[in-house]
């Protein structure tokens, strides 16, 4: 039984749909100028909990933070390795939908599917993904880690709305279900 | 000595980012409901010149169209082979450059480079668009002809407006020049 707890693909990718560079780098995204956060904390608080998968754990690790930047969410990592859970995160090895239907058994806000690519194909196929937010940088890489990976899926989407954040676009949209 | 001609990048693209299916279909495109033509007249207006790759043009004489969709412009078809102009289209084996560098010699209105893949990822790579436009369908395809080839280029972008129609967004960029 869902609880109605959306599953929301929220990120950013260069307009030649890039997530990172292939060396995993983000300079790109965080050297365009403006002010504020471009519509992240907006987004944040509608969520508790956070899916994300071991690279980009791993990345989040070796940008030495002062602390895990998610405190205060339930946060999922995806791996096939056997690992201790630690105070922030919690290791998941089952079958992405399962662990989808078991957070959608227990009342709660959205669960943001935060990337990165292998993961965000996964719950495409498996037709997973509830609502997507792309914020369109003003970038074209050439190259790097895609947003969207080739795959036997297509979804239709309704726009449920843009904001503009500095040279920032934010697209809004509904995956439509028949 | 440039006329000030702007080339511009002017195309709609799923969500993920393909042109067209892996079939040259656009059908996924054209399904997509609405009035109007999501913003095609009004820039059609502001270019007086076209160019296009061979595949895209066997394409459009492939739709069994009454006549050439494109009467009235100065139409460059890009090919390999050797092929004699016709009443609609002249064929252009130069390098990309030299023609851009030949019209912006002529005074006259924007040149719309409307691709397809291939003849996109030359242009960027040789650095020549001026202006990109992106019409992004309420749509994920999964696979097919990808708008942004993987390539060595980096454009920074300003964005200059976004506008929606229907359920399309188009996102407006000008490629900065240091």
Redesign the interface.
Known sequence: MKNNRKVVLFIAAS???YIATKEDSLE?LYNIEGEGDNGLSKFYGTADTIIMGKRTYDWLLDQELESFPYKGKECYVYTRSDIPDNEDVRFARDNVAELIAELQEKPGDKIWVMGGSELIQQY?EEDLIDE?T?T?A??????GIP??R??????????TG?E?YN???E?N?KVKRS
């Open positions: 307009l030649d749909g790109w495409l997507i792309v369109v003003p970038v074209i890489i050439g190259e947003l969207f080739e795959g036997k899926y297509h979804l239709d989407l309704e726009l843009t503009t040279q920032f676009v697209l949209y």
